[in-house]
């Protein structure tokens, strides 16, 4: 007999109540518990109890009894493999999230295709499109000679039975949500489901050595059950980026147990599919011909990759009485540091402007060496002087308005020679015998006299 229950799930975070309310203790938020039956089947699949059985004895071991590192597999999709931390580990489970539309299902069709190509056994099932739908879009990106297995279902039982018969080496589900277990009365799409067919297929994919890859939609209001839950299940989470408008998308290791998760791989989306891109540094930098007041080249470090890219700053007189600040592919909270710094420590005053600042091609960064770059461009687009031309800025700034050496220095002043740079502004002696000229500061008051020597 199947015994039913029912809980109230939290649509944002997952957490699960025993009775309805308005917020969720777990995450706050407001009318996001959703009422959902489970049920127990006679055999089949059950739902984690929690509980482990007697008969289950736990044997510990010792750490040095591991293995050597499992071989990787390599599908031949160069900065798919890379962000994996070089091919994806058998057994293992990646989740790739990303909004609509941003691509995943092209780069995972990209990514079966050029593994089966290699000789690995791959299936890609959907449960969002038909057979017909991906193979007309196989046809238009050239790959219909690849041996996918392929298939459309959204049955989860009829999936684990397939992949139980079959020795597949890679699976790729598009898209978790998509998936309905008969275990779980939700709503297909929910919390319950996604983490009930998670579950199962992690779990499989551990026993078979099956490697699998569940694609999962963000929704920015995160109510049709976030993948969030997933996160914890899987071994790897790799988000797929990118800005609309841009034809750059940039896949993110946010996750990896098998790897640096800061990892980055950038490709180009065309008109047949994605294109790998193998350096990023020009696609950022675009055309600089001109040398324009208030941009800016920042020579920057993404995972193991140095990567150029042009920071763009505006200052203009505002209309309103509190003057904008607005950042894109920055932190908002360190411009207003960088503001304050050259404020308080420079004397170089924003006051009632509004000040914009953009980081060219749709890219985000991180680093905190972005900072020289950014105060540079923010000073030169104020007194609308332009920085000294072919010159690579990058340096952390302290709050006393210092400039710090930031870490692997010698590649990024490579790569800035390699793409014709000859010069650096950064942190006073922070290289021996660079490869190009490097203008040292110790401080940020000292390179705005020296490069922008402009009353303000
Ligand atoms: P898709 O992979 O379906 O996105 P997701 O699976 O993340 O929802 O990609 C959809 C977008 O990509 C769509 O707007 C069209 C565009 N696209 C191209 O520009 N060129 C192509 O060759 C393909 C296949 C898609
Ligand atoms: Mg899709």
């Known amino acids: 007999m199947a015994r039913d229950h029912t809980s109230y799930v939290c649509q944002s975070c997952g957490s699960v109540h025993s009775k309805w309310s308005g917020q969720c203790t777990g995450c706050s938020a407001w009318n996001t518990l959703v009422q959902e039956t489970f049920s127990t089947p006679p055999g089949g699949l059950k739902p984690e109890t929690g509980k482990i059985s007697r008969l289950n004895k736990l044997q510990f071991e010792t750490l040095d009894?591991?293995?050597e590192a499992p071989a990787r597999m390599i599908t031949g999709v160069t900065e798919f493999d890379r962000v994996c931390g070089g091919g994806v580990v058998p057994g293992s489970a990646?989740?790739?999230?990303?909004?609509?539309?941003?691509?995943?299902?092209t780069l995972l069709l990209q990514v079966t295709a050029s593994a089966a190509n290699q000789g690995l056994r791959i299936a890609y099932i959907s449960g969002e499109e038909a057979v017909e739908q991906i193979r007309g879009r196989a046809a238009r990106m050239g790959l219909s000679k690849a041996p996918v297995d392929l298939a459309a279902e959204t049955g989860l039982r009829a999936i684990l039975e397939a992949l139980k018969r079959e020795q597949f080496d890679l699976v790729v589900i598009d898209s978790i949500q998509t998936l309905w277990s008969d275990a779980v009365e939700a709503a297909q799409g929910s919390v319950s489901q996604v983490r009930a067919c998670a579950g199962e297929l992690v779990r499989l994919a551990k026993k078979k050595g099956t490697s699998v890859i569940l694609v999962g939609h963000v929704t920015k209001e995160g109510q049709i059950a976030g993948p969030r839950v997933v996160e914890h299940m899987v071994d790897a989470v790799l988000s797929f980026e990118g800005e609309r408008g841009y034809p750059f998308r940039i896949l993110r290791g946010t996750k990896n147990r098998f790897g640096a998760t800061d990892e980055i791989g950038v490709f180009e989306m065309g008109d047949s599919?994605?294109?790998?891109?193998?350096?990023?540094?020009?696609?950022?930098?675009?055309?600089?011909?001109?040398?324009?007041?208030?941009?800016?080249?920042?020579?920057?470090?993404?995972?193991?990759?140095?990567?150029?890219?042009?920071?763009?700053?505006?200052?203009?007189?505002?209309?309103?009485?509190t003057p904008r600040r607005a950042v894109v592919g920055w932190d908002s909270g360190r411009l207003a540091m960088i503001l304050a710094v050259l404020e308080a420590r420079c004397g170089v005053a924003f006051g009632q402007k509004d000040v914009y600042l953009n980081v060219a091609g749709g890219l985000r960064i991180s680093e905190p060496a972005a900072d020289l770059c950014a105060a540079m461009a923010l000073v030169s687009a104020l007194t609308d002087t332009p920085l000294p031309r072919d010159c690579?800025?990058?340096?952390?700034?302290?709050?006393?308005g210092d400039v710090r050496t930031v870490s692997r220095t010698e590649g990024r002043l490579k790569e800035a020679l390699k793409l014709g740079f000859s010069s650096a502004v950064t942190a006073q002696n922070a290289m021996e015998n660079p490869p190009l000229k490097v203008h040292g500061f110790n401080s940020l008051s000292e390179a705005i006299s020296r490069l922008l020597p402009v009353d303000v």
């Open 94 to 105: 990646i989740l790739i999230a990303g909004d609509p539309g941003v691509g995943k299902s």
């Open 392 to 400: 690579v800025v990058f340096g952390e700034i302290s709050l006393s």
């Open 273 to 321: 599919g994605l294109r790998e891109v193998p350096n990023p540094s020009a696609l950022f930098l675009g055309d600089r011909s001109e040398r324009a007041s208030g941009s800016a080249v920042f020579a920057g470090i993404e995972g193991s990759r140095p990567v150029l890219v042009e920071v763009q700053a505006l200052v203009a007189p505002s209309a309103y009485g």
């Open 65 to 67: 009894s591991v293995d």
